[in-house]
């Protein structure tokens, strides 16, 4: 059986709740992030890494496969490309406000390339519907790169011009490449949610479709479920 999107997610979402306090949860979201817009110069320790930035659905479920790769300094889910200051999870996942659930990944480009970090993103992705991934649907789940300089965007073009003249997938890929605007950080039970609340994350995962979607997509190359993780 199969549930929509936000039911999931509201499900998972109960259970943190559960052990963080309801009306922690609740407050949180209806207060907004309370975090400023992501200072990239900071976060990059004056250029000695560099930031990546990601839209793939669910920020959840992209989080993970960042953190899992070698070279990822750190990772922040929260939101961008959109109009609202500082917006709470709640008016992003109602739409209207023009965000997308991102990603920012800071990374060692001496450890890891931005090829590397795009190869990662494509394969965690459904590139072939428009506003949509997986069992979330809405402009807030759309699929996209936001370059951060000249170089981020031609390799993240290229990248994509590649794939699509590769042959491996059934349709044209949809995924948009924008420039990165300001980035705001996710209230801070979102961060690291597959770890905070493994059974409920994987629980939306499966449900949600996402890597029985990806292995239909990518086959061979689709990247491990939650399960084959274990």
Not at 138 to 158: C, V
Not at 161 to 183: N, W, Y
Not at 185 to 201: F, G, I, L, M, R
């Amino acid at each position: 059986m199969r549930f929509g999107g936000e039911m999931l997610r509201f499900a998972a979402l109960l259970g943190l709740a559960a052990g963080l306090g309801l009306t922690e949860v609740l407050a949180a979201d209806e207060m907004g992030s309370g975090n400023a817009a992501f200072d990239e110069t900071k976060a990059t320790e004056g250029g000695k890494y560099a930031v990546a930035t990601f839209a793939g659905g669910c920020f959840w479920c992209m989080q993970h496969p960042y953190d899992a790769t070698k070279g990822v300094v750190s990772t922040t889910v929260g939101f961008t490309g959109g109009m609202l200051v500082n917006p709470s999870y709640q008016e992003v996942s109602a739409g209207g406000t023009g965000h997308a659930e991102s990603i920012d990944v800071v990374y060692d480009p001496a450890v890891v390339t931005y090829q590397q970090l795009l190869d990662t993103f494509w394969h965690n992705i459904d590139p072939l519907v428009k506003d949509r991934q997986f069992c979330d649907g809405g402009h807030q789940y759309r699929s996209a790169i936001f370059f951060h300089d000249a170089e981020q965007k031609r390799l993240a073009e290229e990248s994509k011009a590649k794939l699509q003249a590769s042959g491996k997938l059934q349709g044209q890929i949809v995924t948009e490449i924008v420039e990165a605007g300001p980035f705001y950080p996710a209230e801070d039970y979102h961060q690291e949610y597959y770890k905070k609340s493994p059974v409920h994350y994987k629980f939306y995962r499966w449900n949600c479709g996402r890597d029985q979607r990806l292995k239909m997509i990518w086959g061979a190359d689709a990247p491990k479920s939650e399960v084959e993780r274990e």
